[in-house]
């Protein structure tokens, strides 16, 4: 009958429908899974940058502090200045000894310039001293003076050649006391040069653009080397990613990031700048020594540094903020 062959009519259809359907699936499920082999990402990551410790180099008190905490300073700005009245009074100080170094050093020279003046006078006699020993040396052979008179001459040689040798190593003493004056004056202008670094120490500016944290400072506050008074935080950002080992098989340098930040609420585009050197457990104060215990496999996580891409405004980017890194692998 007619209404019995209309199911027969539509199975060849259905079948057909059903085939198509499967090979919609199985193409749409590869390219799915295709999608998912296509990058690498994780939610352990955020961003990170230079915060950089402000501290005094010198003992000192703060005269006035100028910034304060959330406040962006420029590279140079004058941050905190320390009471100066100390180190202005050593730095006269060691222009004073520097001056009398010098002027000593003058004196020295003068003195050596008389000693070898003294040195020329003593070689002229003795040159004439000697001369007239040897005449009378030949006029004692010839017997025409008395021996008397040969023996004043010849002592008269001998005493002037040893005044010259006196003199000369004078000069020499002179000449080392020039060189002993020299270092002195040296010496004295590097005392010069670090009192005048210390005065300058009493200016601490900002040593690039960024924003101030986790200040201290405080007025009439005694300060020591190297005691920190607050953070630099500068615009200078990158990402963090710690990723499983297993996840690194394909990454490269250079493979490019869509970065989520969740406090934004959205992407930028960056690159993988570098791959880590170890995992982040082997830097740990305490690393783990996995021979001296009970061994339990974890899988280890190691730090991708993803930078961002120029041309993006990362004004409101701060270092500590959570984002979910996405690394294309192709």
């Known amino acids: 009958p007619a209404g019995s062959q209309h199911p027969r009519r539509w199975r060849p259809a259905r079948i057909a429908l ?9 193409v749409a499920g590869f390219h799915f899974w295709n999608y998912l082999e296509s990058y690498q990402d994780t939610d352990d990551a955020q961003v990170d940058g230079y915060l950089d410790p402000i501290s005094s180099r010198i003992n000192g008190t703060i005269d006035a502090v100028y910034v304060d905490n959330n406040q962006s300073v420029k590279a140079g700005q ?11 009074v050593a730095l006269e100080q060691a222009r004073a ?22 040195v020329h006078e003593d070689e002229a006699q003795d040159y004439l001293a ?9 006029l004692i052979e010839q017997k025409v003076v ?15 050649d040893a005044t010259v040798k006196r003199d000369q190593a004078a000069a020499g003493s002179a000449l080392r006391t020039i060189a002993s004056k020299e270092a ?17 120490y009493t200016r601490i500016i900002a040593p690039a653009n960024g924003i101030i944290g986790n200040r201290s400072a405080q007025l009439g506050q005694r300060v ?10 500068q615009h200078q950002f990158w990402v963090t990613a710690d990723f499983k080992e297993t996840q690194l098989a394909l990454m490269r340098p250079g493979q490019p990031v869509t970065i989520h930040v969740d406090a934004l609420g959205r992407d930028f585009k960056g690159h993988v700048e570098n791959m880590p050197g170890a995992t982040g457990s082997l830097y740990d104060l305490l690393p783990p020594e996995n021979a001296t215990g009970n061994y339990v496999k974890i899988v280890q996580r190691l730090p991708v540094r993803i930078l961002f891409d120029d041309g993006q405004d990362l004004s409101q980017l701060r270092p500590g903020m959570s984002v979910e890194p996405k690394i294309w692998l192709r």
């Open 18 to 26: 059903a085939l198509v359907l499967t090979a919609i699936l199985f």
């Open 78 to 88: 004058l941050l905190v200045q320390l009471d100066p009245s100390d180190y202005q």
């Open 97 to 118: 000894q520097l001056a009398q170094a010098e002027a000593d050093l003058n004196s020295a020279r003068q003195q050596y310039v008389s000693a070898l003046a003294t």
């Open 130 to 138: 000697q001369r007239n020993a040897q005449r009378y040396s030949q």
């Open 146 to 160: 008395s021996q008397s008179e040969f023996d004043q001459y010849d002592a008269a040689a001998r005493v002037q």
């Open 184 to 200: 002195q004056v040296k010496q004295a202008q590097a005392n010069l040069d670090q009192a005048g670094l210390n005065l300058s």
């Open 224 to 233: 020591q080397p190297a005691q920190s008074l607050m953070a630099l935080t």
